[in-house]
């Protein structure tokens, strides 16, 4: 139902910026938000950042990273700054839709990899 096309990830230094962006497509009736989560080695996963109803952001990014969206083209763009080594991490695109079946449903990208070297 739905698909994702991600990019932005590489290979930064400290302090370092990157933008992140997710394009999503599909049939379903409508899109309820969409999202960053980011998972780093040897840890849980973790809600970066997320829009729809509300625009919310871990503590840990809060003045580094910021959340835009492009609703007319169901598009997400997360632009990261001062990136620190605790940044690094597989991010994946989530998005929440209502199918065509009136169902909720979740969706996630195939993630792409920001790795920040000290």
């Known amino acids: 139902q739905v698909q994702f096309v991600e990019s932005g990830g590489g290979l930064v230094q400290v302090g370092g910026s990157l933008r992140l962006s997710c394009a999503a497509s599909g049939r379903f009736r409508s899109m309820l938000g969409m999202g960053w989560y980011r998972q780093a080695p040897g840890k849980q996963r973790e809600l970066v950042a997320s829009s729809g109803a509300s625009i919310n952001y871990a503590e840990s990014v809060k003045g580094r990273f910021t959340i835009v969206g492009d609703n007319a083209k169901n598009t997400v763009y997360l632009q990261m700054s001062n990136l620190k080594p605790e940044d690094t991490g597989v991010y994946y695109c989530?998005?929440?839709?209502?199918?065509?079946?009136?169902?909720?449903?979740?969706?996630w990208g195939q993630g792409t990899q920001v790795t920040v070297s000290s």
């Open positions: 989530y998005a929440h839709v209502r199918d065509s079946d009136n169902l909720g449903l979740s969706y």
